[in-house]
């Protein structure tokens, strides 16, 4: 068979026109807002995904159901990512041409590879308690947003607390007992510094990824006798944590984990076992708040969830949100500065990095994101297990931001620098 | 050095130990019987565990029947598994009747997660996690009695293949031919052995899973398992149990003493150099037959 030439340059011609297609049926729904996410459902982060997502969902059908902002509905695209760097590649690159103004990815190497991306794309990356620490510094990351306070802020916070318990930590003993992967490891350099800078003695034990068996690590934290226990994992690594700390006959009400401990993990754990546990909270969890009351109302009673009802009021659900709403926040200031657009990234970028002393009616603490300052202040609160639910044990409060954003401001100039 | 502790972690390992080897049991028996190193052998112990959460949580069963019922249920699982995939690479080269078992693997490991939730889900046999102290000495509960029902299990297995059954599955395992020669139905022998793989797999499932909680990571048990099953010989059950105990007791060490020097997890270094060394010095491990090719 031979091609004519006449066949062929109708046949590129052709082909030309429709790979502009998905650009051009994105620019033809008018008043949509798209945002992209592509998150890890199957893989690694599968122990908050589900629950993340549909809150998420749950809360852009809200607004959409009270007619959008401005006038403008929300469409979410949500895809599997599996935490494999080239299907997200793929995933991101698609929501590119379709025309998406905001990615989240929720998860840490994907967040990390897809960086240099969003900054030349200007695409706005949501790496809320993901991605790199460092990116809250707006002033390198300008399109790298994570809302929410990063593993440093939280390690400072939880020392802090102890601190308030105990008035003093000098001559106190601090065990970190944390998976060995990088994520583990992030908030090391913060308490090293912390040790040297209150006086306390800080032992780290690293477990070996997963983290389905932590028997051997145990006794030795039991054997240290420490005064205050951090750990730190996500997914089967906190529940076997947890577990063990129990086993060992370690003190609950001196334990304490990251924002990555659910009532999921509770409920694997025996809930009245694990009464006392602490946790950092970057929001209210429950369903006592005014906007899940609202999302069980409006979406939920509607038949409208995008999910287990049973679901809704958790930890992980309310952190979905939590960002959902920050996302929509962003959009409402966009459109306060620029009521005609054009919706594109660098006009939601505009919003997003105007946010002030937003606290989605009671859901999150008053959260301002500046273009220097993209964590919002790093504001969160200590939440205990009482058995049942997750009891505030402080206010809204933020700690040792220094040492916090001493550390920000070496790993951003760093990046700056290298671009690594 | 706190001997005290040295020796927590002995005891400790020693019993997290047994219980790896039940799982590296389960490749032995088929090892044995069909000559295929089962590489699905963490995906069974996994599917085990969903099994028996499934029967205990969503059909809401007491623990003496839901454990009957998830070891029955898998028992066929393991012998249909044989029956729809494994007969039908008869012939195939031993390569790629180990790689439909890695495939297998990777199958469940995707499929089940997908059915019954991503969430590491809860299976209470009832084990008491108050600590448990021996003077000043600590030990485990859930390993403790983990560990001495997968050595009972073991037993039980050594015993089996000394009755009549077991004396015509080692026929099958010794020469497929010469045992179709004499009547031995040796298809049947196969499936079984599969079916009992699989059940030895969800008595894993089911230690691990009270340990752990159910949810994907039990399918990594066959790294250990692997390591195990190569240092005893693919072929000994009783190596399985030395060898369970030498990698068990290795990690817990490793632990406790490399993981201070060196500042990171040294754990499952310790299986994946145990496996390298057993393949270069000793291929048939410690108590495994040493195949002679004729030529």
């Known amino acids: 068979m031979t091609i004519k030439r006449r066949t062929f340059l109708a046949g590129s011609a052709a082909a030309a026109i429709a790979s502009q297609f998905p650009i051009r049926l994105a620019s033809a729904q008018d008043n949509v807002i798209r945002f992209s996410m592509p998150q890890d459902f199957t893989r690694v982060y599968t122990f908050v995904t589900a629950e993340y997502s549909q809150g998420q969902r749950d809360y852009l059908t809200l607004i959409n159901e009270r007619g959008g902002i401005n006038g403008h509905r929300f469409v979410a695209d949500v895809s599997d990512h599996g935490n494999d760097l080239p299907r997200a590649i793929e995933a991101y690159e698609r929501a590119k041409s379709e025309g998406a103004v905001l990615v989240d990815p929720l998860s840490t190497p994907v967040a990390r590879a897809l960086v240099p991306r969003a900054l030349e794309d200007k695409i706005n990356m949501i790496t809320a308690f993901s991605g790199r620490s460092d990116a809250a510094d707006g002033s390198v990351f300008p399109y790298v947003l994570p809302l929410s306070p990063n593993y440093w802020t939280q390690a400072g916070l939880l020392i802090d607390y102890f601190r308030q318990v105990d008035g003093d930590l000098s001559g106190k003993k601090i065990c970190f007992v944390h998976i060995d992967t990088p994520f583990g490891k992030e908030p090391l350099p913060i308490l090293e510094k912390l040790a040297e800078s209150q006086g306390f003695e800080l032992l780290a034990f690293p477990y070996t990824p997963p983290g389905n068996d932590q028997s051997a690590i145990w006794p030795q934290v039991r054997r240290a006798r420490p005064d205050w226990i951090m750990f730190w994992g996500a997914g089967v690594g906190q529940t076997v944590a947890l577990t063990e700390a129990i086993r060992n006959g370690l003190p609950m009400d001196r334990l304490s984990s990251s924002v990555w401990l659910s009532e999921s993990d509770m409920e694997v754990v025996g809930a009245a076992q694990a009464a006392g546990v602490m946790k950092v909270e970057p929001c209210v969890s429950g369903r006592e708040p005014r906007l899940i009351q609202d999302i069980l109302a409006e979406v939920v009673g509607a038949g409208k969830g995008a999910g287990p009802e049973d679901k809704v009021g958790t930890s992980y659900y309310n952190y979905g949100v939590m960002l959902a709403s920050l996302m929509v926040e962003g959009v409402r200031v966009a459109f306060e500065k620029a009521p005609d657009g054009p919706v594109t990234g660098e006009w939601l970028n505009a919003g997003l990095r105007a946010i002030t002393g937003f606290d989605a009616e009671g859901l999150i603490p008053p959260t301002t994101i500046t273009p220097e300052d993209h964590q919002g202040g790093g504001q969160a609160r200590i939440g205990r297990w009482d058995g049942e639910k997750f009891v505030a044990e402080t206010d809204w409060f933020s700690a040792n931001q220094d040492v916090v954003w001493e550390e920000i401001r070496k790993y951003s100039a760093e990046f700056k620098e290298t671009g690594q | ?295």
């Not at chain 2, 393991?78 to 012939?91: C, D, I, K």
């Not at chain 2, 031993?94 to 997660?113: F, H, K, S």
């Not at chain 2, 969430?119 to 084990?127: A, M, N, T």
């Open chain 2, 1 to 295: 050095m706190d001997m005290l502790l040295i020796a927590e972690l002995s005891i400790n390992g020693v019993f997290v130990g047994l219980m790896y080897a039940l799982v590296a049991a389960g490749i032995v028996l088929i090892y044995k019987t069909s000559g295929i190193a089962n590489l699905a052998q963490g995906a069974l112990a996994m599917m085990g565990g969903y099994a028996a959460w499934a029967f205990a949580t969503l059909a809401g069963l007491p623990i003496w029947l839901w454990l009957p019922a998830a070891l029955v249920a898998m028992f066929f699982a393991g012998a249909l598994l044989e029956r729809l995939a494994l007969r039908r690479m008869v012939g195939q080269p031993i390569i790629m009747v180990i790689m439909l078992t890695l495939g297998i693997e990777i199958m469940l490991r995707g499929i089940l997660p997908g059915f019954f939730g991503s969430s590491v889900k809860r299976l209470d046999i009832g084990i008491p996690t108050t600590p448990l102290f021996v003077g000043e000495l600590f030990l485990n509960r859930a390993t403790l009695i983990g560990g001495a029902v997968s050595l009972a299990t073991i037993l039980l297995a050594i015993l089996f293949f000394n009755s009549r059954l077991g004396i015509i599955m080692r026929a099958v395992s010794d020469d497929q031919t010469a045992s179709w020669s004499v009547g031995i139905k040796v298809e049947r022998a196969i499936a079984l052995a599969w079916g009992l793989s699989a059940v030895m797999a969800t008595i894993a499932g089911v230690l691990w899973g009270a340990t752990q909680g159910v949810d994907w990571s039990l399918s990594l048990l066959l790294i250990k398992a692997l390591a195990i099953a190569i240092l005893g010989g693919l072929d000994s059950l009783p190596g399985v149990v030395i060898a369970g105990i030498i990698v068990g007791l290795a990690e817990s060490l490793a632990t406790g003493i490399v993981d201070p020097i060196v500042g990171g997890g040294t754990r499952d270094v310790v299986a994946s150099v145990i496996i390298v060394l057993t393949l270069i010095l000793r291929p048939h491990g410690l108590f495994g037959r040493e195949h002679i090719e004729r030529v």
